[in-house]
C-alpha cells in the first residue's frame, strides 16, 4: 500500500507544487488506486508517474472548492481514451453536488464516456461508514471548512495470519491444495489419518492498516476521531507557527495546530501537504522544524513523491 501525491499546493499552483490531489496505490490489495481529489492538472501529474488510469476505480472527493475539483472533468475524458484497455467503470464519492458538476461539465463540453460513473454523493446526515468491502472500510466525518468539507478514515481489515511452511511440511503435509487449504483456515486429515489443525499453524491474524487523508479543515474533534491511532494522518498545512488568527478566518489549520492533532491522536506518522504557494522552500524546511517540536514523525510532502504505508 503506498500514497503519491500528485498535487500538495493550497489555493493554487506554484512552480514547485500542482492544486490538491493524491493517489492511493491498492496495487497488491486489490489491483485498484484510489483518488482522493482532482484539482486541476492531476492528469498532468499523472503522466509523470506509473499510474494507469484504468486502475483508478474510485475517487473520493472532500469538498467542492475548485482547487480539489476542477480537474476532473479533464481526467474523467481522458481516461476514456486508453482504447486498448478494458474499459471499467468508475465510483465517484463526495458532497452533494459533485454529480452536477461532472455531468455539467461533460455535457456542456459534448463529451462521451465509454464507460459509467457511479456517484455516491452526500450531506453532513450521511457521515459515517461510505464504502466496504472485504478488505476495507471508509468511514466519512464532517470537518470545519467554510464549505461542507470531510475527512475520509481508510481501514484494511485485519489481515490472514502468516502460514508456517516449514513448520507444515515437517507435519507430513504435501506441497499442494491441502497447503492451500491450511492457509485459508481449514483443518485437513492426511491419508494415515493424521489431523491438521489450521491454527497451529497459522499465526495470528495482522491487523490492517489505517489511513487518515483529511481535506481542508480548522483544528477540530472530528480530525482527532478520524485519525486515532492511524498509520498515516495526511493533514493540510495552509499556513505556519503564529498564523493561527488567519488560518481560523479562512478555514485552515497551521503546521502547528495539525502536528498536535496528530499527537493527540496518537498516530504513528504525519505527513503536511496542501502548503500556500506564499512559502519558499526554506519557508518549508521552517514548517517542518517547528511542526517537529510539537510531533516529531513529520513529513511536508512533495508533488510526486511516494510513501509507504
Known sequence: MYIQFLGTSAGQPSKSRN??????????????????????????????TSIRPRKISKIFITHLHGDHIFGLPGFLSSRSFQSNEEQTDLELYGPVGIKSFVLSSLKASGSRLPYKIIFHEFDRDDMGLIFENDKFKVYAEELDHTIFCVGYRVIQKDLDGILDAEALKAAGVPFGPLFGKVKNGQDIVLEDGTEIRASDFLSTPRPGKVVTILGDTRKCHASIRLAVNADILVHESTYGNGDERIARKHGHSTNMEAARIASDAGVKRLLLNHISPRFLSRDVSQLRRDAATIFENVTIVKDLEEVEV
Do not use: M, P, R, Y
Open 19 to 48: 492544486v490538491s490531489s493524491l493517489a492511493l496505490k491498492l496495487l497488491d490489495e486489490l489491483n485498484e488506486i484510489w483518488l482522493f481529489d482532482c484539482g486541476e492538472g492531476t492528469q498532468h501529474q499523472i503522466l509523470e
